[in-house]
């Protein structure tokens, strides 16, 4: 029997949303290794997550509003303002080096007028 929605059990496209999640966790699970033993190793190996998780899938960047969360509720015993403003400062950092990566992508990729006129990029184009 073959099953008539193999999207389902064959979904090759979703594996940039699981290599999004799971750098997301580990730059999580990093983070709060580094409030609690304030090691640069944990700081620098929780940016290169965030960084991965943002070049996997742009909804990444949702962990700069996650973190803080997270650490405020869960390490309520370990919060200082100091800690979180330097990993903040390197997840700023990271994201802006994302932002730029991703501007001048798109700004080589550029816009022409051809585009509209092509029908790969304009599905619409032979529509009546």
Do not use: W
């Not at 033993?37 to 998780?53: E, H, N």
């Not at 899938?57 to 390490?75: C, D, H, N, R």
């Not at 330097?86 to 816009?111: E, H």
């Amino acid at each position: 029997a073959h099953p008539i929605h193999t999207e389902v059990v064959a979904n090759v496209k979703s594996r940039d949303e699981i290599f999004s999640f799971l750098f997301m966790i580990l730059s999580l699970i990093t983070a709060h290794r580094y409030f609690v033993d304030q090691k640069m190793k944990s700081l620098i190996l929780s940016a290169v997550c965030f960084l991965s998780a943002l070049l996997s899938k742009e909804y990444g960047a949702t962990l700069i509003f996650l973190v803080p969360l997270s650490l405020f509720i869960f390490q309520q015993r370990e919060f200082q303002i100091s800690k979180l403003m330097r990993l903040f400062g390197a997840y700023f950092a990271v994201f802006v080096f994302y932002f730029l990566l991703r501007k001048n992508a798109v700004d080589v990729m550029g816009k022409s007028d051809l585009q509209d006129k092509e029908l790969l990029n304009n599905p619409f184009l032979l529509a009546d």
